[in-house]
């Protein structure tokens, strides 16, 4: 059994991922920021946790991680206000990478999408280039932190039935499951082959416990 923290345990996939964890015997925790989900959160098998994690310091942050074994960042401020998205995808996330570090929490799965990095090519006067200059921050800030990470960069998301399958690689214009995606966050946690990798990857025809360790 792992202890397992979710940043943004109200979100689609996560609300996804957590029964899950929960139904192979993880402990998990699930960060919200609205009291009115908590039910929603608990009927996952998860356990809510109120927290308004824009708001919170380096410290605060290391308490809150603080006895956990992993950590999933599957937060987003959802587009649409830019300084909300640099304050939530680029400061909270890298806040909460400096916690873990300082938390000893070793194991930290990033949520990000197909194509994130500094070459990710969006003009800046598109309403998206925040949230990809604020995932692209974060990512690398994930990569150089020298914790156990991993980099799970799906595709386009829909609310298809999942089909435990995926193709690693491929054409960012596909599109994947939010219940596949979840899988494979599940899939990555109980993985080492997958720590220090970013898996980019759209619906497919590969079984995930296959294609999360094909290089």
């Known amino acids: 059994m792992s202890r397992i923290l979710i940043i943004g345990g109200h979100g689609k996939v996560a609300l996804r991922l957590e029964p899950l964890l929960a139904e192979r015997g993880d402990d998990v925790t699930a960060v919200i920021r609205n009291p009115e989900h908590e039910s929603e959160v608990s009927a996952t098998g998860a356990t809510p946790l109120v927290a308004d994690l824009e ?71 598109d309403s998206f280039y925040a949230y990809a200059e604020a995932k692209a921050e974060a990512d690398a800030h994930l990569r150089e932190s020298g914790l156990d990470w991993t980099i799970v960069a799906p595709s386009g998301l829909t609310l298809d039935e999942p089909t435990g399958k995926i193709t690693v690689g491929g054409s960012g214009e596909a599109s994947v ?30 079984p995930i416990a296959e294609a999360i360790t094909t290089v």
Request: charged content about 20%; hydrophobic content about 45%; proline content about 3%.
């Open 177 to 206: 499951s939010r219940g596949d995606v979840a899988a494979v966050i599940a899939a990555v946690l109980a993985e080492p082959a997958t720590i220090g990798r970013t898996l980019e990857f759209t619906g497919g025809d590969t």
């Open 55 to 125: 708001s919170f310091d380096l410290e605060q942050l290391t308490d809150l991680l603080s006895g956990n074994d992993a950590v999933v960042w599957s937060a987003g401020a959802g587009g649409g206000d830019a300084a909300r998205t640099w304050a939530v995808d680029r400061d909270a996330a890298i806040r909460s990478i400096d916690a873990a570090r300082a938390a000893g929490v070793g194991r930290y799965v990033m949520v990000s999408y197909f194509g994130a990095g500094p070459d990710h090519g969006v003009p800046e006067d």
